[in-house]
């Protein structure tokens, strides 16, 4: 079992910029996504992914403004996220493997951590206006 931890998540104003982090204890991921639920209860839904061979796929919502990259040699997954809005609001997770694989997981909805072979506790990014 990987175990991944999130990080780099807080609270910022409208426009401004983070980047998540998420260390993972090993690598060897065919794919790695970034997942998030804007409040308890809300269906959680794809944001990004990147697979093996470096190919990206974004939700509509995070296109042209967030970038997902990873670096196996640091084990890490990260996403930048600029132009923020109150509407990213949301717990963040970053989550691999999943069964339905790479391919169109960023534009799904209802996602869960059993979709994915790993999945970490999250960290939540508060974006005010």
């Known amino acids: 079992q990987v175990q991944l931890v999130e990080s780099g998540g807080g609270s910022v104003q409208a426009g401004g910029s983070l980047k998540l982090s998420c260390a993972a204890s090993s690598y060897s991921s065919d794919c790695m996504a970034w997942v998030r639920r804007q409040v308890p209860g809300k269906e959680r839904e794809g944001v990004a992914?990147?697979?093996?061979?470096?190919?990206?796929t974004y939700a509509h919502a995070a296109l042209d403004r967030f970038t997902i990259s990873v670096d196996k040699a640091e084990k890490s997954l990260y996403l930048q996220m600029n132009g923020l809005t109150p509407e990213d609001t949301a717990m963040y997770y970053c989550?691999?493997?999943?069964?339905?694989?790479?391919?169109?997981?960023?534009?799904?909805?209802?996602?869960?951590?059993?979709?994915?072979?790993?999945w970490g506790p999250g960290t939540q990014v508060t974006v005010s206006s």
């Open positions: 989550a691999a493997d999943p069964v339905m694989g790479c391919r169109g997981l960023a534009h799904v909805k209802g996602l869960h951590p059993s979709d994915f072979a790993n």
């Open positions: 992914s990147i697979n093996a061979d470096g190919t990206t």
